[in-house]
């Protein structure tokens, strides 16, 4: 498998070119330090550990993934647990942690890039931290100050890990089914009994302790999801010190067997009579762990770029070496028994797509991550407020959107390969069953596309919309005049108003049935995540343009932006209007099937 | 893992009400008993075969796959050749082959019908018999009288199995570029030196000898694809008898660790100066070996079709079963937890979606298969010509589209399940993995896609293209006052219209630069799939709505074949718009990144 290779001149593009992050970053009193050099210096260190220690586990973990044996432990795989040790042993788990608690207190989306370069590298291994982090984040929001000052300072220092239970058996995308009991004890903790599914990180070896985040029911709680509880189930209670004390009634039951991420410890917990506190008000729960569900999803859009960035890379590289068929318009290499496969126009029609995706996929992410800096520190209400409507609009289709493209990026990077991509050496067909996970974990493409339209877009009488919709019409209005970029502007201002037009379409016909909305909402999330990174990519063409006429060094960097935008606006936003048509289709060619005549023909 | 349940009463549809099977039986001479009762007792026996035997082999196949022992030995998974054995008992090897050799003589599109069962069942297992197959139907057209007296009856009989040996390590789609040689012995035998890699069922412990059909180059051959020759090189050497002989030179070096259908072995085959026997002229290797693989070539548009109907079939029993939130437009199942997720509008849209795909798949295959036969037996010259060009046409299209969309369907299959989805005890991951070689081997999508465009379409001046279009349009014509069927007739005449309107575009196109015809084709081949689809769909729903008028007690039969017809037009086919605009932006915004700069930013 080649070596992965972070793209750091490429987030450097991202970061300071198009969204300005030197002069955001200095906006914030808290992060004067946070200069350009600081930011290269940490990106590059955070380079150096992810293709140096994680990229050469990656197909380790994958060959081995976890083992379970009786008694409930869980191994990770070779590697795994020295290359935590080095992770924690770098300060990397404090990164964006308050200083409070032993954290760097560095901006969140810098630690949103260090996860790109770890998942890219690794993503199986990136998923123990990645939940640690979610666990930390809804425990500095809704714990008590006790709570955060038992938990916060381990979880920081990276020596002890969490994890996010939600699932059970009955019930996933319905969470307002599940049954795990939590009753009130003379102590004033709660005894939690349930079972839980799919939890990632739920047992491993690499850390001493694990903090699980529980949603359970009190008794007599109402039903449905207004009833619902979130706990602290530590898998060791700590004693008087905060050190690990005894061992907690919570064990893992057993791991699944899944199609990738095998690094991945995905677990049955089995809390048995559990000792768990109560985080945050009882009965709400949901509305708390949506604080570590945001996070965890766009932690899971970045799988789409990482495995976007990862079949791009390959496929490039191998598309370079891989000598097949002559150019159809004439030898390019007549020296050579044959031409590599990068001069074909399809084999380019792949690669294309993937970078565009990928390169498009970090200019969304790293803008969702400034808004989420916004968000948590801006200074100015009006300012936060924005910025959460942003990150409420924004996150849905970054989840949604980029992990489905993600997922076709990793299957072209596969194609790129030929019979190839199909066996195991090569490390695509791994890239795409890893990558297989992301659309339906932390809410499918379904329950986004559902999120997006209903709750975010047509929830807030399309106020949503407009807080992303104004930002690229000013763009198109303040470049109308810009003759570079003219032929992306042009079509990205029809877009940007069909969408509005469209999501008026859909809003009337739900208020005459609600299964209109779910009848238009993944086309309607698709459609917007096609005309939201059509916005990035002109806006990256207005910069590359920009360079190009006031003279640079890297002539051919810019050019390939500007190729790549290009690209994107000639071979991919046409794909809108299939999505357009379908939306427009109304719920009637959906719903008009018995249900019992599905399967008539069998 | 649900079970496979063959849809019989599809299949059925397909053949006799939708093309007309058996009269088309009844124009053969030799097929006066093949009547419909003769055809279901068949069809019923193959089901319970593949319903029985197979389809419970299939995971175990996949958990186990083959073994690879020191000395070339390999071991098929528990319970493979048992299977086998059963196979061959019945019969079943033989079915459509020559009676002169011991075969059945039944039609080709029959033995193509039990290839779907079989497939659907368990797909790995499969590629045993479908390799003997091509092998079996090459040296029936291009062996000498001696050849096929030794050869056929062993394959007929299945007491052996065949392969095809093609790639090279250096080579894949580049045939040209082979360097396997055969040298002239004074017996008027050859001497076969070298490495083929990726032979499905190169070695195994199923049947007693392996014959496979190897290409390779004599000495001072010409370069390139021109100076390759045809050999058969069988494991045993038969002796004088046509019996198992001597064990011959070629033996299998490793097997490949695969995403999936590890239950067929894919071999390292290495011919260290194996006895081999010329078949068909010399320098004509390739020209021969096209049997084959059109053979090939139709039967992987089959995996196209059983993953989809695997997909389409499991999904939508777990869709009925699983309860997960209520509809939007109000509870279904007020007396249960919650609402089974078929209920819900975009859980439609993906089950739909693979049952457009399957069923729609089976109506162009089954016509493929009707051409097969023409082709092989019609009496008259110019049905064969007629029928040789309808197949020219749709191989590449069922082999390129359709493996497309069953992948996509297997995909959406997975996305039902939700999270279960990506678990290897559904079976839907193990769908998807074994799908997914579909696009890969016996031609990429891109090679089936220059076939189509360059090679059949270009290369006819459109004559391959109007033998399709021209039953289209009568089609449409006679329908034109079908109220039944209007709102489908129109857009199909409009993008029957369109079809010829691109290719006559692209092909100007590419008399000023031939990269213009490779840069469209994979958007033209989706295209075409979706139009050629279109018309069978269209022509579903004409027989069905004829039956729906003249009265039947299989209502709900017919009216969900012509709700799935108005789904497909309302939903599948805008598809059409965004490849037509592909295809039109020319191949500029592909050719015009400089080689070096693709990778830049990384």
Same mark, same amino acid.
């Given at each position: 498998?080649?070596?992965?290779?972070t793209?750091?001149?490429?987030?450097?593009?991202?970061?300071d070119?198009?969204?300005?992050?030197?002069?955001?970053?200095?906006s914030?009193p808290?992060?004067k330090?946070?200069t350009?050099?600081?930011?290269?210096s940490?990106?590059?260190q955070?380079?150096k550990?992810?293709?140096?220690?994680?990229?050469?586990l990656n197909?380790v973990?994958d060959?081995e993934g976890c083992?379970?044996s009786?008694?409930? =432990?869980?191994?990770t795989? &070779? !590697?795994?647990?020295?290359a935590?040790?080095?992770?924690? %042993? *770098?300060g990397?788990?404090g /990164?964006?942690?308050?200083l409070?608690?032993?954290?760097?207190?560095?901006?969140e989306?810098l630690a949103l890039t260090l996860?790109?370069m770890i998942?890219?590298?690794n993503?199986?291994w990136g998923m123990?931290?990645?939940?640690?982090?979610?666990?930390?984040r809804?425990?500095?929001t809704?714990?008590?100050d006790?709570q955060?000052?038992v938990?916060?300072?381990?979880? =920081?220092?990276?020596q002890? &890990? !969490?994890t996010?239970c939600?699932?059970?058996?009955?019930? %996933? *995308?319905?969470v307002?089914? /599940?049954?795990?009991?939590?009753?009130p004890?003379?102590?004033g903790?709660?005894r939690?009994?349930g079972?839980?599914i799919?939890i990632?990180?739920?047992?491993?070896d690499?850390a001493e302790?694990?903090?699980?985040?529980?949603?359970a029911?009190?008794?007599?709680?109402?039903a449905?999801?207004k009833?619902i509880?979130?706990f602290?189930?530590?898998?060791?209670?700590?004693?008087?010190k905060g050190?690990v004390g005894?061992?907690?009634?919570?064990?893992c039951?057993?791991?699944?067997h899944k199609?990738?991420?095998?690094g991945?410890a995905?677990c049955?917990?089995?809390?048995?009579g559990?000792?768990?506190f109560l985080?945050?008000?009882?009965?709400k729960?949901?509305?708390c762990?949506?604080?570590?569900m945001n996070?965890?999803?766009?932690g899971?859009a970045?799988q789409?770029?990482?495995h976007a960035?990862v079949a791009?890379?390959?496929?490039?590289?191998?598309?370079?070496?891989?000598l097949q068929?002559?150019?159809l318009s004439?030898?390019k290499?007549?020296?050579k028994?044959?031409?590599?496969?990068?001069v074909h126009?399809?084999?380019r029609?792949?690669?294309?797509?993937a970078?565009?995706?990928a390169?498009?996929?970090?200019?969304l992410i790293y803008f969702c991550?400034?808004?989420v800096?916004?968000?948590?520190?801006g200074?100015d209400?009006?300012q936060?407020?924005?910025a959460?409507?942003l990150?409420?609009?924004?996150?849905?289709?970054?989840?949604?959107f980029l992990?489905e493209?993600?997922?076709?990026?990793?299957?072209?990077?596969?194609?790129v390969?030929g019979?190839?991509?199909?066996?195991?050496?090569?490390?695509m067909e791994?890239n795409?069953?890893?990558a297989r996970?992301?659309?339906?974990?932390?809410?499918?493409?379904?329950i986004?596309?559902?999120?997006l339209?209903?709750?975010?877009?047509?929830?807030?009488?399309?106020?949503a919309l407009?807080?992303?919709?104004?930002?690229?019409h000013?763009?198109?209005?303040?470049?109308?005049?810009?003759?570079?970029?003219?032929?992306?502007?042009?079509?990205?201002?029809?877009?940007?108003k069909e969408w509005g037009?469209?999501?008026?379409?859909v809003?009337?016909?739900?208020?005459?049935?609600r299964?209109?909305?779910?009848?238009a909402?993944?086309?309607y999330?698709?459609?917007?995540?096609?005309?939201?990174?059509a916005?990035?990519?002109?806006?990256a063409?207005?910069?590359?343009?920009?360079?190009l006429a006031?003279?640079?060094?890297e002539?051919?960097?810019?050019?390939?932006?500007?190729?790549?935008?290009r690209?994107?606006f000639?071979?991919?936003?046409?794909?809108t209007?299939?999505?357009?048509?379908?939306i427009?289709?109304?719920g009637?060619n959906l719903?008009?099937?018995n249900e019992?005549?599905?399967?008539?023909?069998?």
């Amino acid at each position: 498998m080649p070596d992965y290779k972070t793209p750091l001149r490429d987030i450097r593009f991202v970061h300071d070119e198009l969204l300005g992050y030197p002069a955001h970053y200095q906006s914030f009193p808290e992060f004067k330090e946070v200069t350009p050099d600081l930011v290269q210096s940490i990106l590059e260190q955070g380079a150096k550990f992810a293709e140096e220690v994680l990229a050469p586990l990656n197909r380790v973990g994958d060959r081995e993934g976890c083992t379970w044996s009786e008694g409930g =432990v869980v191994k990770t795989p &070779t !590697g795994f647990k020295e290359a935590y040790r080095q992770y924690v %042993g *770098s300060g990397w788990p404090g /990164l964006a942690a308050p200083l409070a608690h032993g954290g760097q207190g560095l901006p969140e989306s810098l630690a949103l890039t260090l996860l790109e370069m770890i998942g890219s590298a690794n993503w199986a291994w990136g998923m123990y931290p990645v939940l640690a982090t979610g666990a930390k984040r809804t425990l500095d929001t809704h714990g008590t100050d006790e709570q955060k000052k038992v938990y916060l300072p381990k979880l =920081v220092s990276g020596q002890w &890990t !969490g994890t996010m239970c939600l699932t059970e058996p009955h019930c %996933g *995308s319905d969470v307002g089914l /599940l049954r795990t009991k939590a009753e009130p004890q003379a102590d004033g903790g709660y005894r939690i009994t349930g079972t839980k599914i799919f939890i990632s990180s739920g047992e491993h070896d690499m850390a001493e302790n694990i903090v699980h985040i529980v949603l359970a029911r009190l008794p007599d709680a109402p039903a449905g999801t207004k009833g619902i509880s979130l706990f602290i189930v530590p898998k060791f209670v700590p004693d008087a010190k905060g050190e690990v004390g005894r061992r907690n009634g919570v064990s893992c039951g057993s791991i699944e067997h899944k199609m990738g991420i095998h690094g991945s410890a995905t677990c049955v917990l089995n809390f048995d009579g559990a000792t768990g506190f109560l985080l945050g008000p009882p009965n709400k729960g949901l509305n708390c762990m949506f604080t570590f569900m945001n996070s965890a999803r766009l932690g899971t859009a970045m799988q789409g770029l990482a495995h976007a960035e990862v079949a791009f890379q390959h496929a490039t590289r191998y598309a370079r070496e891989r000598l097949q068929m002559r150019a159809l318009s004439g030898a390019k290499a007549p020296d050579k028994p044959a031409d590599p496969i990068i001069v074909h126009p399809d084999v380019r029609r792949m690669l294309l797509t993937a970078k565009a995706f990928a390169e498009g996929a970090r200019m969304l992410i790293y803008f969702c991550a400034q808004q989420v800096d916004i968000a948590d520190r801006g200074a100015d209400e009006a300012q936060r407020t924005k910025a959460e409507s942003l990150l409420a609009l924004l996150t849905p289709i970054a989840k949604g959107f980029l992990t489905e493209v993600g997922v076709e990026s990793a299957y072209l990077g596969m194609q790129v390969f030929g019979g190839h991509g199909y066996i195991a050496e090569w490390g695509m067909e791994q890239n795409l069953r890893d990558a297989r996970i992301s659309t339906m974990y932390e809410g499918t493409t379904g329950i986004q596309a559902l999120d997006l339209l209903g709750r975010k877009v047509l929830g807030s009488q399309g106020q949503a919309l407009m807080s992303f919709t104004k930002i690229v019409h000013k763009f198109c209005k303040a470049n109308e005049n810009n003759a570079a970029i003219k032929s992306l502007v042009e079509p990205l201002g029809l877009l940007n108003k069909e969408w509005g037009d469209l999501t008026m379409k859909v809003g009337m016909g739900a208020l005459q049935n609600r299964d209109e909305a779910g009848a238009a909402a993944v086309d309607y999330l698709m459609y917007s995540g096609y005309v939201t990174l059509a916005y990035f990519w002109a806006a990256a063409a207005d910069v590359a343009a920009a360079k190009l006429a006031a003279g640079t060094t890297e002539e051919g960097f810019y050019k390939a932006k500007l190729q790549t935008a290009r690209f994107y606006f000639a071979r991919i936003v046409p794909r809108t209007r299939s999505h357009a048509a379908a939306i427009q289709s109304g719920g009637g060619n959906l719903m008009e099937m018995n249900e019992a005549d599905f399967l008539i023909g069998s």
